[in-house]
């Protein structure tokens, strides 16, 4: 007897301390009255501006620090601004309304860059085009903030000599390894309610986290995971049923029955352990950024535990002093579309380097007109930044130069791959975590 009671005492679950810092995505009590989207690049451009000054005086300390329309023709000088990136292929929606009346079908690319793009730098004083080999157009997308160093030349153009990105923002110091192995998994696009949902492949990730699968050792691990997270597109309702006509009653199940699928699996999940939830551009949420939390009435049977968080996408949650931060996808499938890089984890680093989740909103990326504030700036370095509703999972730990240490982890959907993922938050090692249903 004795025996079974420490065995069953060894497989008590694991916890974390969780605190859930979402605040400043949240809106609560703005209100759009009419407002422009100016009002977010230039609470964009000045917070970036006196991050990059402390910087050059390390950087070039002997070069003034210029207006655009300070500038003097032949004189080496520093100017910050907000990046605009030109490109000949953006889709217009004057062009999207003319296509729609066109016979003939226009081919979509995977992405809108050619080789005529090219970039201009704006501040309050004016713009002016950047021109030298040291800038290549590929590697930067509208909205942001960098310092460059060059000259005016005869044609009116800014040649840059060189540039300086923020770099990674201060990171607040991680606790010093424990001797505890404490997990937290993350899954996203389960997509219920589509053709290609697995509803038995997800009852083995759930029965799994749960500790219902596997042998001893299997429960074991299952018993230290702390937190699971759904970083976004956790279900799929006809668009069918979004055209502006009443649903027909015959059609109110087809309408209800994902939700009502997922809070069944969601529900098994929160009677176990903690489950964060964020919404996606395909879940019954606000379109733009900041995502709004799924609204508890969607979840009768999960909403009723406390250990069911709905959050924000972004999300940013703290556990046991890690840092975390992450969105359901949409920051880096945006950057996808208007700039180019090896692999998805390389948009990632990129967004940290230029201290923005979401560098591309407004401009292609839709978000709420902010007018006193650019939620999406990074003040302080994540510990773990993690995308969802990718293609493949994908992980990286990146060194910055000021000691700090970030897992950059990419989420793949769930619903193709049968991918979760687990990070140990003793180490931040991660590993995948796949699941089949085939014989």
């Not at 916890?15 to 759009?32: P, Q, T």
């Not at 000088?77 to 062009?95: A, E, F, N, Q, R």
């Not at 799994?208 to 970083?231: C, F, P, W, Y």
Request: charged letters at 20%; hydrophobic letters at 40%.
């Amino acid at each position: 007897m004795a025996d079974s009671e420490m065995g069953e005492a060894t497989l008590e679950r694991k916890l974390a301390v969780y605190r859930n810092l979402d605040e400043r995505f949240v809106i609560r009590e703005e209100k759009y009255k009419g407002q422009q989207f100016s009002h977010i690049y230039f609470m964009r451009l000045h917070h970036m501006r006196s991050q990059l000054q402390s910087l050059i005086p390390k950087w070039k300390p002997h070069l003034p620090v210029n207006t655009v329309l300070g500038l003097e023709e032949g004189k080496e000088c520093i100017i910050v601004g907000t990046l605009y990136k030109h490109m000949k292929l953006k889709p217009s929606i004057l062009d999207e309304y003319s296509k729609e009346r066109s016979a003939i079908p226009l081919v979509k690319p995977h992405n809108f860059m050619s080789t005529d793009d090219h970039l201009i730098l704006e501040d309050e004083s004016g713009r002016v085009k950047l021109a030298g080999p040291m800038l290549a157009p590929s590697a930067f997308v509208t909205g942001i903030v960098i310092a460059v160093h060059g000259k005016e030349t005869s044609e009116g153009d800014f040649f840059v000599e060189d540039f300086l990105e923020a770099g990674l923002a201060p990171q607040v110091d991680r606790p010093l390894d424990s001797r505890e192995d404490k997990f937290v998994a993350f899954v996203s696009g389960l997509s219920v309610g589509t053709n290609a949902f697995n509803p038995l492949q997800f009852q083995l990730l759930v029965d799994h986290v749960t500790g219902h699968l596997g042998d001893e050792n299997e429960q074991r691990i299952s018993s230290k995971i702390v937190q699971l997270v759904i970083a976004g597109n956790s279900m799929h309702i006809s668009h069918g049923f979004f055209s502006g006509q009443t649903v027909a009653p015959k059609d109110h199940a087809k309408l209800t029955e994902p939700i009502r699928e997922l809070d069944i699996f969601l529900t098994q999940l929160v009677a176990a352990l903690p489950v964060d939830i964020m919404p996606g551009c395909n879940d019954p949420a606000n379109y733009s950024l900041p995502q709004q939390p799924l609204h508890r009435c969607l979840f009768a049977g999960a909403s009723a535990y406390n250990t069911f968080v709905s959050c924000t996408n972004p999300h940013h949650f703290e556990l046991d002093n890690v840092q975390f931060v992450g969105t359901s996808g949409q920051n880096i499938d945006d950057l996808y579309k208007y700039s180019d890089a090896k692999d998805k984890i390389e948009f990632m680093e990129r967004t940290l380097r230029w201290r923005h989740l979401a560098p591309t909103a407004p401009n292609t990326l839709g978000c709420y007109p902010y007018v006193d504030k650019d939620p999406f700036l990074i003040e302080s370095c994540p510990h773990v930044y993690f995308v969802g509703n990718q293609e493949k999972y994908e992980t990286r730990l990146l060194q910055g130069p000021d000691k700090q240490l970030v897992r950059l982890i990419s989420i793949p959907r769930f619903c193709e791959t049968g991918v979760a993922v687990m990070l140990n938050l003793r180490n931040l090692e991660c590993h995948a975590l796949s699941f089949s249903t085939n014989l």
